[in-house]
């Protein structure tokens, strides 16, 4: 009997321990910044509510007031940043908050055998490497791939008009053509996911961001130590999807020669690791992420931007369709002045990614001069507040609003340059660690974008529910849109 009682006591103190763990922040965390409750993070998984919701309903009068505030999310807390002073901080001192990525932080979860040790996620030494085998490939490429496949996506969507289909949930399309453009344009191979309908790589590919950005398992990722079925399920699928992509890097690139005659990111990673520069796991972890990072942020920009063209197709969809008719050459395209002010507003409006927490203290350090924080410490960005700083973008921080950017192409490059500087807009990071891939990503939206607004015209499905996605990667949830043939062309 005194045996089951000391089991029910050391039971209960466990159980105590770890939800005032997850309750009240560590006593060594900042006193000075105040502490968004450890629930809202996981509301969504309860209630039908959206990141931005959450963020209005939560965050924002706190963050807006002091500028950080300390964050629950996978299964710790954070300092969690929007200020653009703290950001240009951070961005700077690459060695006091070093990149710390899920490899690191969250080694034991799916979203960590997903990603793995990458050019996004490392620090010093190893990123350099990484940085250096990648950065040619994905700064000067061949956007031949991104036009046909622009077309190719026009062609579908008239195939399902012509099948009488009357609304069209453009999730899956707009993956199906983000997983083709970076294929081909940085791994060197086509996947085929537009010339088929049934692709086993993109049904592959949507089974396991369904159990990766599950809110849930995001919020506690702890829980994918315990055998629970359905995450053994995701550690399988992400094993064999990996095994898939890597087969056929092997199989296109490696066993063809092709690496050798080619500059596709892919290539110089081969090239990378047999020089010794990096050993087979990092090149498997960065052409996954390549992949990854490289489909999913310009399809979260792509569905941001179909939707706000419909939103507001009566000014911005006219505008931008008579700006871009009879316009071919990308050249031309990346000097248009509404095109471009429209995607910058995009990226400013609703970043890929909202919420970043990727960084770790390397030391006890000040943010800012009051804002102490202990080593050891992980700190991010919120990247929809920083964004939607009225300090920064002043009364019409949440409209949207092109024109904020300038008139001509040289004012907006400028307006966008300086942002970026300031840390004003963070959709592309900033810093000596700003994505690689911007240039590929807008030049995509770009010439998709043109494709699409020369042969059609679209709205909103009424029957759609206007709402963004409830946690991780931010979008329209479930985008769904009406289209007709522009019977102009």
């Known amino acids: ?30 006193k000075n910044i105040p502490t968004i409750p450890f629930y809202v993070v996981f509301l969504p998984v309860v209630f039908p509510i959206d990141q931005t919701e959450l963020y209005d309903l939560y965050i924002r009068e706190s963050m807006e007031k002091y500028g950080a505030v300390k964050f629950f999310f996978g299964s710790r807390w954070n300092i969690l940043v929007s200020r653009s002073e703290y950001l240009a901080q951070i961005f700077k001192d690459e060695d006091t908050f070093a990149k710390s990525g899920n490899q690191k932080k969250i080694p034991y979860s799916a979203l960590a055998a997903y990603t793995g040790d990458n050019v996004i996620s ?23 791939p991104i036009f046909k496949n622009a077309k190719l996506l026009c062609t579908l969507i008239k195939r399902r008009l012509q099948e009488g289909q009357l609304s ?200 800012g001069p009051e804002i102490v924080i202990p080593k050891g410490v992980y700190v991010g960005y919120n990247n929809f507040g920083t964004s939607h700083d009225p300090r920064t973008w002043g009364a019409t921080a949440d409209d949207f609003k092109p024109e904020r950017w300038g008139s001509d192409i040289e004012t907006i490059r400028k307006n966008w340059r300086m942002a970026k500087n300031r840390c004003s807009v963070t959709g592309f990071h900033g810093g000596r660690r700003a994505c690689l891939g911007e240039k590929l990503a807008l030049t ?32 329209p949830l479930n985008l769904k849109l009406k289209f007709t043939e522009n019977i102009t062309e």
Request: aromatic letters at 10%.
């Open 168 to 367: 069209i949930q453009m999730g899956p399309l707009s993956q199906r053509l983000a997983l083709d453009n970076i294929s081909q344009v940085a791994l060197g191979f086509d996947f085929g996911t537009l010339k088929h309908e049934k692709n086993a790589f993109h049904e592959h590919l949507i089974r396991i961001k369904k159990q990766i950005f599950h809110p849930f398992f995001l919020t506690f990722p702890f829980l994918d130590l315990l055998p629970i079925p359905s995450r053994k399920k995701a550690f399988k699928d992400v094993a064999s999807f990996r095994e898939l992509l890597v087969k056929r890097v092997q199989d296109e690139l490696v066993n063809t020669y092709k690496f050798e005659q080619t500059t596709f990111a892919a290539s110089d990673l081969i090239r990378a690791h047999n020089n010794e520069i990096i050993d087979y796991r990092q090149l498997t972890d960065n052409i996954v992420i390549i992949l990854v990072a490289g489909h999913e942020n310009p399809q979260l920009l792509f569905s941001t931007s179909l939707y706000l063209l419909a939103k507001y197709s009566n000014v911005w969809q006219e505008r931008l369709r008579q700006e871009v008719n009879g316009v071919t050459d990308p050249k031309i395209l990346a000097d248009l002045p509404l095109l471009n002010a429209f995607l910058l507003e995009a990226v400013r409006l609703y970043p890929p990614l909202s919420t970043i927490i990727n960084r770790c203290t390397t030391r006890t350090c000040k943010l």
């Open 122 to 144: 490392a620090h010093g030494a190893v990123w350099r490497d990484y940085r250096n085998a990648v950065t040619n490939g994905l700064q000067h490429f061949d956007d031949t």
């Open 444 to 475: 995509e939206m770009r010439i998709t974008l043109a494709e699409m607004l020369k042969q059609f015209r679209w709205s909103l499905d009424p029957e759609w529910e206007e709402k963004l996605t409830p946690a991780g990667p931010l979008c």
């Open 1 to 30: 009997m005194e045996l089951f009682k000391l089991l029910g006591l050391i039971l209960f103190l466990t159980i105590s321990y770890i939800a005032f763990a997850i309750i009240v922040p560590p006593l060594n965390f900042p």
